[in-house]
């Protein structure tokens, strides 16, 4: 069984560029949720998916948005990109509820200089 | 709001020994579940163990154990018999409302 693939695994983009990270879930997961990992703030919970539809959202800036198509797989975009947005962005996805837990990808690692 | 607090940045234990990273948290709900994830240098994010807030029996993964406290809001993993292979970050967190609340981390070093 296939688990969270997440494309691409490194990227490097400049101030002001837009960037587009693809996250594939396990196979039948309707659930994914992105998050960003920083040294100074840690992991931090930018949204989550289910079923196409946006169920949550964090507290990010209205430059990160997502989306998930019919086959469960989910998109983040990244307009006007800060040197800040630099971080692993990791995605996760699950059953349904996350009850069970989630399995992470191993992430998209972006540098913005 | 929830918050997730791991006091200890970092800890050390000799291979085979037992080591207990602690975990605190802070929810108004009362339905949640917990989570320990680990974070090798490969960044995966892997589930080392479950705890469902309604449950008070403790979870029990293999070597991978926790001590749940609700009243107290603590949530501390305990392995035993480390191994080389657990090295890594250790991240304690919180679900409700569909999202994962993350404490800091830990690194776990494990001395040959």
């Known amino acids: 069984k296939a688990g969270v693939t997440q494309t691409p695994r490194y990227l490097i983009k400049t101030r002001g560029q837009q960037v587009t990270l693809s996250c594939s879930p396990i196979s039948g997961h309707r659930s994914v949720s992105w998050y960003q990992q920083t040294p100074g703030q840690g992991l931090q919970f930018l949204f989550e998916y289910f079923s196409e539809t946006q169920r949550n959202k964090g507290n990010f800036p209205g430059r990160f948005s997502g989306r998930q198509f019919s086959n469960s797989r989910s998109e983040m975009n990244v307009s006007t990109l800060e040197l800040g947005d630099s971080a692993l962005y990791l995605c996760?996805?699950?059953?349904?509820?996350?009850?069970?837990?989630?399995?992470f990808g191993s992430g998209t690692r972006l540098t913005v200089v | 709001a929830q918050t997730v607090t791991q006091s200890q940045p970092e800890m050390s234990v000799q291979e085979a020994e037992t080591v207990t990273l602690s975990c605190t948290y802070d929810t108004s709900e009362s339905d949640y579940y917990l989570f320990w994830y680990k974070q090798p240098p490969s960044r995966q994010m892997i589930l080392v163990i479950r705890q469902e807030a309604y449950k008070q029996q403790n979870a029990t993964e293999n070597r991978f154990s926790v001590n749940f406290q609700k009243a107290a809001k603590s949530f501390s993993l305990k392995i035993s018999d480390s191994q080389l292979g657990d090295a890594a970050m250790y991240f304690c967190?919180?679900?409700?409302?569909?999202?994962?609340?993350f404490g800091k981390g830990i690194t776990l070093s494990v001395r040959p």
């Open positions: 996760a996805s699950s059953s349904g509820t996350g009850n069970y837990g989630y399995t």
């Open positions: 967190a919180y679900r409700a409302n569909s999202k994962l609340t």
